[in-house]
């Protein structure tokens, strides 16, 4: 079972190779309304990108729970910009994971307007 608190340090130090580990080779990411991206390779450029138009993030867990292969966390997720201002949101991860303990399939559920406006 991926370890929650682990997977969101690693998101924390903006370690997008580090991130990608936690996912199988073929695994569906889909963030927000957003198009799914396949496979860990695009899952990665995904998150190189992403990580880019940030300063920092910092994820404190709210509440978390795991029934069989999938995991839910709910967490108020801090992000810097890259002009240091500061913005809060909650959001909503949801993963399942495979035979072989990595994501198979990963869910971020937020609204990001209030981090880029």
Do not use: C
Not at 20 to 45: C, K, S
Not at 74 to 87: A, F
């Amino acid at each position: 079972m991926v370890n929650a608190q682990k997977m969101f340090a690693t998101i924390d130090r903006l370690d997008a190779y580090g991130f990608a580990e936690f996912f199988a080779e073929d695994a569906t990411a889909v963030a927000g309304n957003g198009d799914p991206v396949l496979g860990r390779p695009a899952i990665l450029a995904a998150n190189i990108a992403y990580m880019a138009m940030l300063k920092g993030i910092r994820h404190v867990i709210r509440s978390k729970w795991t029934v069989d292969d999938t995991t839910i966390a709910v967490t108020d997720v801090t992000y810097t910009r890259q002009d240091d201002k500061q913005v809060t949101i909650p959001v909503v991860s949801i993963w399942r994971v495979g035979e072989d303990d990595l994501i198979t399939d990963f869910r971020l559920y937020y609204d990001l307007t209030p981090v880029f406006a």
